[in-house]
């Protein structure tokens, strides 16, 4: 791939080399001189350890007296990922180690071990759950903090919520894990209790987190549990015909419409009797893309052929290519049908991300003019509408014109994670394609 580099949507486009160093100088700029300083400069709490979460519109802490296990794990993660990158001159992973000892010191359950659901500023605990999708995340978050680090804790504490997830939380009848414990790994009762649903996000989740664990550990136990769940992930959770992500299943993998949690997840789009809209036929663009280059990426860690899987990745790309992308206004659409056409055409943060570091990949490895144009649609979408460059995070959700609807900067479901990683994921991946 050298000099031009030539696709056709309708008309002939050209892209060369120099428009690709610009979009990633663009991508550079906004990690540097926004992203990362929105959070470096206000994010650490050095009164009562870990770190301040909630921003409104201009950046500036709201007083929301909570610490979720979601949000400090994230920030974890973001900041290890971003240190391992090369990028915050070391203060990266000094905050990186600020919330780690925050995480074991306050909401480490010292009695039944795991890490609590919420504690407040202090450390108090509000909530005593142990969620697998918070725990999925302290896997994630402490794995990376060992690889960009080299501090030994990250990795045990990792291995020790692992095992008590293989030892509490494995449905050894169906096959992977149970989501929802009290503190002492009590299962939650049914319902919207959560206790006999499994979903796609957790389970994506834990992929993500045994990746990393693995890549941290090297050992076989770690493999095989990353193994196993892919296993469940292509062959239970993605639609048998279309390959797209089904989102919620009952205990026995059969599909169960979508409903509201208690204490999870921001269910701003269900209705009041806490069911989603289009529940049984219902996929999400993000997360299928997501699930996509997250898939790629464990491949590669694994050092396995990625050809061997190629069908079931390329359909999670050419779904979100043919229905999730706005050609007119820009962006990825929130979600659809299996079998096309739109449910919401809202324009929501964490889905831009995902996309945008997807459909790189896909770039790169699939056809660069087939999906080059969702990538710079996406990208341009995010720089020109979804980014408040006045204060330097980005809005949580648009409209489809891209008019901000939330306008808070971050809370415990909306933090850095997504956009910090598909800057520092997204920066290498147009390095590549421009030295191709």
């Known amino acids: 791939m050298r000099g031009k580099i030539n696709f056709d949507v309708e008309n002939m486009i050209m892209v060369s080399k120099e428009h690709l160093e610009e979009l990633k100088a663009e991508s550079v700029n906004h990690l540097k001189n926004e992203l990362l300083p929105f959070w470096l400069e206000r994010c650490k709490d050095d009164v009562n350890g870990g770190f301040i979460t909630h921003f409104d519109k201009d950046g500036a802490d709201t007083g929301e007296d909570q ?51 919420t504690v407040d500023r202090k450390g108090n605990v509000e909530i005593d759950k142990k969620i697998a999708y918070g725990l999925s995340f302290a896997i994630y978050s402490l794995s990376e903090y060992t690889l960009a680090t080299g501090d030994p804790i990250g990795l045990e ?18 096959g992977c894990y149970f989501e929802m414990f009290e503190r002492d790994w009590t299962l939650c009762g049914p319902g919207s209790a959560g206790g006999d649903i499994k979903t796609l996000d957790v389970h994506m989740h834990l992929m993500e987190a045994f990746t990393t664990l693995y890549e941290a550990s090297g050992e076989a136990i770690h493999r095989r549990k990353l193994e196993e769940i892919i296993e469940i992930l292509l062959h239970r959770i993605q639609h048998p015909k279309y390959k797209t992500g089904i989102p919620q299943f009952w205990r026995d993998w059969s599909v169960a419409p979508q409903i509201k949690f208690d204490i999870v997840w921001g269910w701003d789009r269900f209705t009041e009797d806490g069911v989603k809209s289009n529940a049984e036929d219902n996929t999400s663009y993000g997360h299928n893309v997501e699930f996509a280059w997250l898939f790629l990426h464990a491949l590669d860690i694994m050092k396995k052929d990625w050809r061997d899987y190629q069908d079931v990745i390329r359909s999670q790309f050419d779904h979100c290519l043919a229905d999730g992308i706005d050609w007119e206004y820009g962006g990825v659409y929130v979600e659809g049908s299996h079998s096309g056409g739109v449910y919401d055409r809202e324009k929501e943060f964490w889905q831009q991300a995902e996309v945008l570091i997807g459909m790189l990949d896909a770039c790169r490895l699939f056809d660069f003019d087939k999906y080059w144009p969702a990538y710079e649609n996406v990208h341009r979408f995010i720089h020109d509408k979804m980014i408040n460059h006045e204060v330097g995070e980005w809005w949580p959700l648009l409209t489809r014109q891209g008019e901000p609807i939330w306008t808070h900067m971050s809370h415990s479901w909306k933090v850095n994670y997504h956009t910090v990683r598909a800057m520092v994921q997204s920066i290498p991946r147009l390095q590549k394609l421009i030295d191709m």
């Open 67 to 117: 610490k979720s296990l979601i949000a400090q794990t994230r920030t974890v993660y973001t900041m290890a990922s971003a240190h391992r990158a090369g990028w915050g001159d070391g203060m990266c992973a000094e905050y990186a180690k600020h919330g780690v000892e925050f995480l074991l010191d306050e909401m480490w359950d010292e009695k039944y071990g795991g890490f609590y659901w």
């Open 157 to 174: 504490y990792a291995q020790k919520v692992f095992d008590q997830l293989q030892k509490y939380a494995v449905d050894t009848m169906y």
